[in-house]
DNA sequence: GGGACCTGCTGAATCGATTTACCTGTTATC
DNA sequence: GATAACAGGTAAATCGATTCAGCAGGTCCC
């Protein structure tokens, strides 16, 4: 079949015309399924592409039609899997339209974040979804969104004209902290994350607005700030148990950070669920397999990519339409990890 | 600064020669820091770059030079921390050396992978690393190695002449049995994962030798396959407790199952390191965090990143050097998850 | 003073596709 | 039978860079 050339020898659109007998025209015509070209001659085309071993450059082909059929979506990372999840969406709805997904990750890295943009830039996708990294310059994301179409993911400013997709941090975080309020906490902890992420500063106002309408103290040492891994959560319990007044219950950036902070406890010799309440954001698959099983706010991160995509592709198609952002619902899932306090169940 | 123009209406290397009233060529050569553009010169190119908001074109290059300076790598999902790991190693040697990583993943699914090789090919890679999904057809790879340097992650073929890097799985292995063994396991499960992977095939291989080495019996049902995910090792563990006969110890074929393995016990009301041994395999970060810590097989993921990386390399420049074959060296770090059977200790 | 050599730059070909405008036979139409 | 319409193809320009082979002008040296 596929004759061995040497290496840096490749089959071009050229040789595929000359063995097929057409011009370099009509090659190109018969592959895109150009109804000028018969079907004999097309069927001729096909045949010296598969004996050739032709492969399509789509770089070459990128520079003419100045198309290049790939969107960036740069994320801070992709090892927890909210991001996995939204990523897989993302990629699966821009496949769907022939769009390819070219996956960047910053480590939360400004420089990270600055060198990736220019990397897609220069290599001339047709759009960029992105997480920005914490404390990310305003005026940094309007010059970059004067060179290709963008989407801002969770983070959003009113400030800045472009399209954006988050999700509903207010109204979970709501859910959450009145759930914990009814069982009875009153000494409720913001575990996890940084506050220059637009996403914690709105949950974390949303989470004191609650506590001051139900005219229970506001305590800011019960605001634990903390990398969003296990390790952060895992910390974070440790020094709010160590507090001469420690909260009951915990409420918690993420999902990664309550696994974290259920792994505190029990090293602690406590229980999630049991002598302490915890409640995670997102609700991850592994959050229904721990034990106890956790209570969190699920947020549909596949949703989340499938929106960033398709407002990507709305943008591309009509650059002239107005801003839209989308807010993604999200809705309390209760489970396990979540009891009334001790001191309560005694009474 | 940067003044807004249309769009489509991309600022050339050509806008850039004309702002600085050169010619295209000293523009691309001033870029390069070529030797023969005199300084005054290079910074007017440098001003007018500045100035109109030039962006380099990576695309139209590549058609030119023939090199595209990506390579691409293929795994089967990078939510996990090992992939994750590894990911982040091959990125940064790479990155070293002003290659950009582009990343696909295939959900262990082969129609997905041979559509993800396609678009690395057609967008022009300079080469691949390749985590296969499992039953990957040798004649595809030999297909897919003609069209450009190909590295295999853990996988690797004798009847094939690519480059590959695996972890020592057979060494490792040895140590995490003979470790159940001389707690006294006689009954040790071998949890997890598909024996469509060579990885699995090998470690099976060398966890049967091991057994029949001591003359322990080797009961086929104590091989639990499953898919590589923490329900897979809690659904797997739930089944292997429901026997007659249970095993009392399990070594999994990676720490996620491990996890879900000690997340399935606890639900059955069991505890690792205390009536059960679980031993997992990779030494990722939440190994230690959980309680009681997991008994691993260290693999050093970065480092394999980073060797495939490095034969990449290697492989590009110099393509006709004979094929390579890394294999990573991988310990045993024993924590609180093995501990004797109870039986053992009742003694 | 004439060749050798250097310095700093430029013109034009090139990479591999797409696409427009045009060309050449056939067939249909009146 | 002249002409329009059409079917099936092709030549050549184009996208945005790189790079080779000069070229003009100056310096150096015997």
Same mark, same amino acid.
């Given at each position: 079949?596929?004759?061995?050339?040497?290496?840096?020898?490749?089959?071009?659109?050229?040789?595929?015309?000359?063995?097929?007998?057409?011009?370099?025209?009509?090659?190109?015509?018969?592959?895109?399924? %150009?109804?000028?070209?018969?079907?004999?001659?097309?069927?001729?085309?096909?045949?010296?592409?598969?004996?050739?071993? *032709?492969?399509?450059?789509?770089?070459?082909?990128?520079?003419?039609?100045?198309?290049?059929?790939?969107?960036?979506?740069?994320? &801070?990372?992709?090892? %927890?899997?909210?991001?996995?999840?939204?990523?897989?969406?993302?990629?699966?709805?821009?496949?769907?339209?022939?769009?390819?997904?070219?996956?960047?990750?910053?480590?939360?890295?400004?420089? &990270?974040?600055?060198?990736?943009?220019?990397?897609?830039?220069?290599?001339? !996708?047709?759009?960029?979804?992105?997480?920005?990294?914490?404390?990310?310059?305003?005026?940094?994301?309007?010059?970059?969104?004067?060179?290709?179409?963008?989407?801002?993911?969770?983070?959003?400013?009113?400030?800045?004209?472009?399209?954006?997709?988050?999700?509903?941090?207010?109204?979970?975080?709501?859910?959450? !902290?009145?759930?914990?309020?009814?069982?009875?906490?009153?000494?409720?902890?913001?575990?996890?994350?940084?506050?220059?992420?637009?996403?914690?500063?709105?949950?974390?106002?949303?989470?004191?607005?609650?506590?001051?309408?139900?005219?229970?103290?506001?305590?800011?040492?019960?605001?634990?700030?903390?990398?969003?891994?296990?390790?952060?959560? *895992?910390?974070?319990?440790?020094?709010?148990?160590?507090?001469?007044?420690?909260?009951?219950?915990? *409420?918690?950036?993420?999902?990664?950070?309550?696994?974290?902070?259920?792994?505190?406890?029990?090293?602690?010799?406590?229980?999630?669920?049991?002598?302490?309440?915890?409640?995670?954001?997102?609700?991850?698959?592994?959050?229904?397999?721990?034990?106890?099983?956790?209570?969190?706010?699920?947020?549909?991160?596949?949703?989340?990519?499938?929106?960033?995509?398709?407002?990507?592709?709305?943008?591309?198609?009509?650059?002239?339409?107005?801003?839209?952002?989308?807010?993604?619902?999200?809705?309390?899932?209760?489970?396990?990890?979540?009891?009334?306090? !001790?001191?309560?169940?005694?009474?």
């Amino acid at each position: 079949m596929t004759d061995r050339r040497p290496r840096n020898q490749k089959v071009t659109l050229q040789d595929v015309a000359d063995a097929a007998g057409v011009s370099k025209a009509t090659a190109s015509l018969a592959l895109r399924e %150009n109804p000028r070209i018969s079907e004999p001659t097309r069927m001729r085309v096909l045949e010296a592409v598969e004996s050739l071993g *032709y492969v399509y450059n789509q770089r070459a082909a990128s520079l003419r039609t100045r198309r290049s059929y790939t969107i960036g979506l740069i994320l &801070k990372d992709v090892s %927890n899997p909210f991001n996995a999840e939204l990523t897989s969406g993302a990629e699966s709805q821009l496949a769907g339209e022939g769009y390819s997904l070219l996956l960047g990750t910053t480590d939360d890295d400004m420089d &990270k974040q600055a060198r990736m943009i220019k990397t897609m830039l220069e290599g001339d !996708v047709d759009g960029v979804i992105l997480s920005t990294v914490t404390g990310t310059a305003l005026d940094a994301l309007r010059k970059w969104s004067q060179y290709c179409p963008m989407i801002l993911l969770t983070q959003y400013y009113s400030a800045l004209a472009v399209d954006c997709v988050g999700m509903d941090d207010v109204n979970g975080t709501e859910r959450a !902290v009145e759930h914990l309020i009814q069982q009875g906490h009153r000494r409720i902890a913001f575990v996890g994350g940084y506050n220059s992420t637009l996403t914690r500063q709105r949950r974390l106002q949303s989470y004191r607005d609650i506590l001051r309408r139900h005219k229970f103290e506001c305590d800011p040492a019960l605001d634990i700030t903390s990398p969003v891994t296990r390790r952060g959560g *895992y910390d974070a319990i440790h020094q709010l148990l160590s507090m001469t007044s420690p909260p009951s219950a915990a *409420y918690c950036y993420s999902d990664v950070i309550a696994f974290g902070v259920m792994l505190g406890l029990r090293a602690a010799g406590r229980e999630a669920g049991q002598d302490f309440a915890v409640i995670g954001f997102d609700d991850v698959p592994e959050a229904t397999l721990w034990h106890p099983s956790l209570t969190t706010v699920s947020a549909d991160p596949r949703g989340l990519g499938e929106n960033a995509a398709q407002l990507m592709l709305r943008r591309i198609a009509e650059p002239d339409l107005p801003v839209k952002r989308i807010i993604m619902p999200s809705r309390l899932i209760v489970r396990d990890s979540t009891a009334a306090p !001790v001191s309560e169940r005694l009474n």
